[in-house]
């Protein structure tokens, strides 16, 4: 995609990476992703805010050429993740002038992770300021969202906030402006389930401070940028409160059919009891699909077969996956079947040790699931609801 002016004065030089379907290695990117970089021009200065990934180094720097850089004064590293600072090396080498604009924090981990020499660095603290010419940029820092080193750039005179991965998405469209709501923000949750989830209590915080500030358009490093702020804050209002829905998710894996007629029962039973319920089957589980479910979710139950006295490893995965993420999640419980015993349950319990649940009575079945097995799970179904009607999520 070519330089696009967002703003007299601010101009989007950033690259599309439409084909890219995995991050970090371990993340499904079913919409490519962007990474947007932002040429601020002053009457004096210019800078640029964050670069891209080193597979796109090429496309950035056929943006600034085409958007007339010649000279650069200042490059501001937001975040020292490669995805945005992996091309300050090659940027430097065409505009050698230029200085790495960051706090302390974020310079040690660029010279470690880049290996730049401390010489190109300009440290700033929180709050400080970097004049333009009639443009001013201010540095707030932010840690943990989603690394301990992340600072977001305000534009005084334009009332932009700049604001890394925070509050970003992972979408590749062809123009750096929201344009389907829809889209952007079913992209937006399932990248704050992903990555920022686990900092939900940090970025509370984090969220109030922005609330005092006169903001009107965000543009973040990934994703789309926001002429309307309150389209993104109020939606991280929402996913990092205490609030949850009517929903039970039951990640699932069965080797011969008895841990699936279990879950099949469980769906139904729950259904009955009018909550809304998302089985997934892990081996052809999107994993972000249910990152982004578990946003909302009341309760998860994890259902497996035994595999060697344990837990099935896609299900064993699942169960760290949900630990990391740290959801706000009220209820968990574990069903599944065995052959002649084993330590499932103790060993998906140890799994979870991040999150601040209520454990529901488990329902293991010797083999095949037999009477008092469907009756049990029609028990934890009612118990269920009464604990949904408890905390106000069923009616």
């Known amino acids: 995609m070519a330089a696009t002016e967002i703003k007299k004065g601010i101009t989007w030089v950033g690259a599309l990476d439409w084909d890219r379907r995995l991050f970090d290695e371990l993340i499904p990117l079913p919409d490519g992703t962007s990474y947007n970089a932002y040429l601020v021009r002053g009457s004096e200065k210019t800078a640029l805010i964050d670069t891209v990934d080193p597979s796109k180094t090429g496309e950035l720097l056929e943006n600034l050429q085409e958007a007339g850089v010649t000279r650069l004064d200042y490059i501001v590293c937001q975040h020292a993740e490669q995805d945005h600072s992996g091309s300050i090396g090659d940027i430097l080498e065409i505009y050698p002038q230029a200085v790495v604009v960051t706090n302390e924090k974020c310079k040690s981990m660029l010279m470690d992770l880049l290996l730049l020499p401390e010489i190109k660095f300009q440290s700033v603290s929180d ?35 700049f604001s890394c991965d925070f509050l970003g998405a992972h979408l590749a469209q062809s123009r750096p402006m929201l344009s389907d709501e829809g889209r952007s923000l079913r992209s937006a949750k399932r990248y704050f389930a992903e990555i920022m989830m686990p900092f939900r209590l940090p970025i509370r915080k984090h969220l109030e401070k922005l609330r005092g500030m006169e903001i009107e358009m965000i543009a973040p490093s990934h994703g789309v940028v926001y002429p309307r702020p309150a389209f993104i804050l109020d939606a991280y209002d929402e996913w990092v409160s205490d609030r949850t829905r009517n929903l039970v998710l039951v990640p699932f894996v069965s080797m011969h059919g008895s841990t699936r007629e279990m879950v099949e029962y469980l769906t139904g039973a729950l259904i009955r009891q009018d909550i809304t319920v998302i089985p997934f089957n892990l081996i052809h589980t999107d994993i972000g699909e249910l990152a982004n479910e578990l946003v909302d979710a009341s309760t998860v139950v994890l259902a497996t077969p035994t595999v060697l006295g344990g837990a099935h490893p896609a299900v064993a995965h699942a169960a760290f996956l949900v630990n990391a993420l740290r959801p706000k999640l009220k209820f968990a419980s574990i069903i599944g079947s065995y052959g002649w015993g084993g330590r499932t349950v103790e060993n998906l319990l140890a799994s979870l040790g991040n999150l601040k649940v209520e454990l529901l009575e488990p329902v293991l079945a010797k083999g095949a699931p037999k009477e008092k097995d469907f009756q049990a799970l029609e028990q934890l179904a009612a118990v269920i609801a009464e604990k949904h009607r408890g905390i106000g999520v069923l009616s």
């Open 127 to 161: 709050g400080q300021t970097l004049e333009l010419g009639g443009k001013t940029l201010e540095f707030i820092f932010a840690p943990w969202v989603h690394w301990p080193e992340t600072m977001l750039t305000y534009l005084r005179e334009d009332k932009i906030l």
